[in-house]
């Protein structure tokens, strides 16, 4: 579990496909100073478990249902810098708000500019993930603990979020540098998902 309140920003150092799997090469932040093999870190948004690591850099794998749900992102994680944050120890404060790493589906970006000193930001969502947002919620993009500030309806039950970056954000994470028509990991609250699915359930 994470909060979305990224640590660290990395870079990825190289990738390679083996049987249906990618393994990343990412470089490891200085204050990474506790790692073990399988620890969980949040990678832009995504829960990854560490397979290798040495004093510079940090193996991961990604497996079939990870590569299918990021395949129209991952591309990018060459270019821009990566998110990271380890994951939460019980007794820490959350200052965001509780992120699993578990992407529901990938975002279109439609509007990234600068607002004066923040970044404004509008990411399209197709259903059925679009039901889980709305006004003051929270969103993960890019493993980045937000929250919604307006919820545009479009055809067939698509959204449209929009978010602003304050200068901190900005400075922290790689969220600025996401261009129009780019892809970026969602993920829904898990509480307003365990709200609606709990709903279906009494109506079955």
Known sequence: MFS??????SRLIKKWSSDQALRLLVERPV???????????????????????TA??????????????????LSRWETQPINLERSLKFGDRVHGHLVTGHVDILGKVIRSE?????????????????????????????GVSLTV????SLSQQAIIISVCLIPETIKKTN?????????????ADYLAK??????ERDTL
């Open 4 to 9: 979305g309140i990224i640590e660290a920003q």
């Open 31 to 53: 204050e990474f100073n506790d790692l073990k093999t399988g620890d969980s870190i949040c990678t832009n948004g995504v829960c990854l478990t560490i397979e290798l690591f």
């Open 56 to 73: 510079t850099e940090i193996q991961f794998c990604l497996g079939a249902e990870t590569l299918h749900i990021l395949a129209n992102s």
């Open 114 to 142: 600068a607002d004066g000193e923040c970044w404004q930001l509008q990411v399209e969502i197709q259903p059925p993930v679009s039901r889980f947002f709305w006004k003051k919620g929270s969103v993960g993009l890019n």
């Open 149 to 152: 500030n307006d919820v545009q």
């Open 175 to 187: 969220l600025s540098f996401l261009k129009v028509n780019d892809y970026v990991p969602i993920e």
């Open 194 to 199: 365990a709200y609606f699915q709990s709903r």
